[in-house]
């Protein structure tokens, strides 16, 4: 099954450096049986692009979490091939829960947002909860990160990323 991992840059630096990635509490995104159900139209890619999103939206909740650091203010979602992975519908369409961490050649790519992004991930990491908890402000600028696509990278091309940050 191919899963979208939320992560942030130290995460990444972290899986570099350990070969392997181990996603926050086991969870990561896919196309899950009940993530076809809820939409009525719709391809694989199309849906497999709601949870790569879903999972960009993570990865500003972690980067929330993280605090300040010296890395730039980026989301950054894993794409791999799994096994382990079990669909979790009562947390959302798209979630799923690994059964542990995910080791570098199962990555299919990296998606990153490029440095045009930084402002309005920072300005979205500000407000995150609000928006979850319904703020319409809050969700605005939320959506305003979310409307810059991530960059994709080749699983090598990780190391020369992280180095040129």
Same mark, same amino acid.
């Given at each position: 099954m191919r899963v979208y991992i939320? !992560?942030?840059? &130290?995460? $990444?630096?972290?899986?570099?450096?350990?070969?392997?990635l181990h996603a926050r509490n086991g969870t990561a995104f896919a196309v899950t049986p009940t993530l076809r159900?809820?939409? *009525?139209?719709? @391809?694989?890619?199309? /849906?497999?692009?709601? !949870? /790569?999103?879903? &999972?960009?939206? &993570?990865?500003?909740?972690? $980067?929330? %979490?993280?605090g300040t650091s010296d890395l730039p203010p980026r989301r950054a979602v894993v794409s791999a091939e799994v096994d382990h992975a079990t669909p979790r519908p009562d947390l959302d369409d798209a979630v799923v829960r690994l059964g542990g961490p995910v *080791?570098?050649?199962d990555v299919v790519a990296v998606y990153? @947002?490029?440095?045009? *992004?930084?402002?309005?991930? /920072?300005? !979205? =990491?500000?407000? =995150?909860?609000?928006?979850?908890? %319904? @703020?319409e402000d809050a969700e605005l600028t939320v959506g305003d990160a979310q409307d810059h696509d991530l960059a994709w990278y080749a699983t090598q091309e990780l190391p020369f990323l992280l180095e040129l940050l």
């Open positions: 939320p !992560a942030t840059l &130290a995460m $990444l630096q972290q899986f570099v450096g350990d070969g392997e159900e809820s939409y *009525a139209e719709g @391809d694989d890619e199309e /849906l497999a692009e709601v !949870a /790569l999103r879903e &999972a960009a939206l &993570a990865s500003l909740r972690l $980067l929330a %979490g993280e *080791a570098m050649k990153v @947002d490029n440095a045009d *992004a930084e402002a309005a991930v /920072l300005a !979205a =990491i500000e407000v =995150i909860d609000e928006a979850d908890l %319904g @703020d």
